[in-house]
């Protein structure tokens, strides 16, 4: 196609547009390297902040350390540990365990919280999604407070190449080479491997040295996906799942119930619990934001879970959540919250010495009525 | 090291964008090669 009209190109012309594209350069990059500064978060009383190399040095100084926060009652009781951040696209995750990190008042046990467990991956978006960068909360003060919205995968800046196929080293389990990146591939991890491998190791260390007694690695997945607004539990965790998920259901939440499969290896809620002697769980809740029918892809979408291609699907029988036109983050973080502490409760049932009083968070009707921001402190 | 290796192979290919864009008599064109350098420099420095 001829263009729409004729302009001769000249030295002048290319020196004209070459300060042009330093421009947009440095502009984009920027606006990229914003990503990669760590989302500020406000720990309520008690907690004490530590970095994941403290337990495994193998990442120190490196862009996989992430902060572990812990909050120790005094009293003996259950060692709890709250994983978000896995996959950085699923903010419900992440946001869960910030809830947890800027409200918790534990009175009993020690609650370990890890709101983003893949630093790396929260410094990019993935290519060819369209995610919007972060996403917004309005606080009761009026103040406005910002998280990113990351990639699935750890940043190829930090790691790359991926090789055509990934082997799980401690299966031997082969999957797609774009996996290696994917920190729930990497579970029990490597010591001496890439760095997604590595990071899964500092997890193991952690969890093996702090004796953690359950672990969540929170979730989301597509509305499409068929473990969605589910539990995976180990073997070992399968009990205590089984009373949670009877207990939600009693609440009027329903939840699925999903062995972790033995065969699928490189997850937490295999390789935790075949490790260690943790109880490991895996939640997921449902997540426009991240599925294939999709169609605008912003922080609304995000937010929200609006879409009409959702709904159309939905019409058509083909999700596997209940979806009435939206999918909001305060009720996905509301699930996870309210799941989280009927756990708490069910663990105690299960073995009275297993005790974790947390105080200060707010329940499934709270989140959902005045949402999330209601429950994050002002930054100053 | 192969992350330099990659480096310099952006930087080489940028050099030559670069010239093909000097030595370009059509501003389209040129324009396009404007569109070409974004993600090179942006490569070559590790950002994205």
Request: some cysteine; glycine content about 8%.
């Amino acid at each position: 196609m001829a263009p729409l009209f004729e302009i001769r190109g000249s030295k002048s012309s290319a020196i004209f547009l070459l300060a042009a594209a330093l421009t947009l350069s440095a502009w984009t990059g920027r606006n990229f390297l914003e990503m990669r500064k760590p989302d500020l978060v406000i720990p309520a009383e008690g907690f004490s902040g530590h970095m994941l190399s403290e337990w495994f040095p193998g990442i120190t100084g490196t862009a996989v350390d992430t902060p572990v926060f812990i909050q120790d009652s005094g009293i003996p009781g259950a060692n709890v540990l709250i994983m978000g951040g896995t996959h950085p696209n699923e903010p419900a995750a992440s946001m869960t365990a910030v809830l947890f990190l800027e409200r918790a008042a534990v009175t009993r046990g020690r609650l370990f919280v890890i709101p983003f467990a893949n630093m790396s991956a929260f410094g990019h978006n993935s290519p060819q999604e369209a995610s919007p960068q972060r996403i917004h909360f309005t606080l009761p003060d009026g103040s406005v407070r910002s998280f990113r919205y990351g990639s699935r995968a750890t940043n190829p800046v930090h790691q790359w190449p991926n090789p055509d196929i990934y082997i799980h080293e401690a299966s031997g389990q082969q999957l797609s080479g774009s996996e290696m990146a994917n920190l729930n591939r990497a579970h029990p991890g490597v010591e001496d491997g890439p760095l997604t491998q590595r990071l899964a190791k500092g997890l193991l260390e952690l969890i093996l040295k702090e004796k953690i007694d359950l672990a969540f690695d929170l979730h989301e997945a597509s509305p499409e996906y068929p473990v969605v607004n589910a539990i995976v539990a180990h073997e070992r965790s399968m009990e205590l799942a089984a009373m949670t998920t009877m207990e939600l259901e009693f609440e009027g939440i329903s939840m699925r119930l999903e062995p972790s499969p033995k065969n699928l290896r490189g997850l937490t809620h295999r390789e935790w619990g075949d490790f260690t002697e943790t109880m490991p769980i895996l939640m997921e809740t449902g997540n426009p934001s991240q599925g294939r029918l999709r169609g605008r892809t912003d922080e609304h979408l995000v937010l929200t879970g609006e879409d009409k291609f959702y709904a159309k699907a939905s019409e058509l029988g083909r999700l596997f959540i209940p979806y009435e036109n939206d999918q909001p983050l305060d009720y996905r973080v509301a699930r996870h919250t309210e799941s989280i502490m009927v756990f708490f409760e069910m663990m105690t049932l299960l073995d009275t010495e297993l005790v974790l009083a947390v105080e200060n968070i707010p329940s499934f009707e709270e989140i959902m009525e005045k949402g999330m921001g209601e429950f994050l402190s002002p930054l100053n | 090291m192969m992350t330099l290796v990659y480096r310099g192979i952006a930087l080489f290919i940028l050099a030559l964008v670069l010239r093909c864009m000097f030595r370009e008599k059509d501003f389209w064109k040129q324009v396009t090669a404007t569109m070409v350098i974004v993600p090179l420099v942006l490569r070559i420095l590790l950002i994205k």
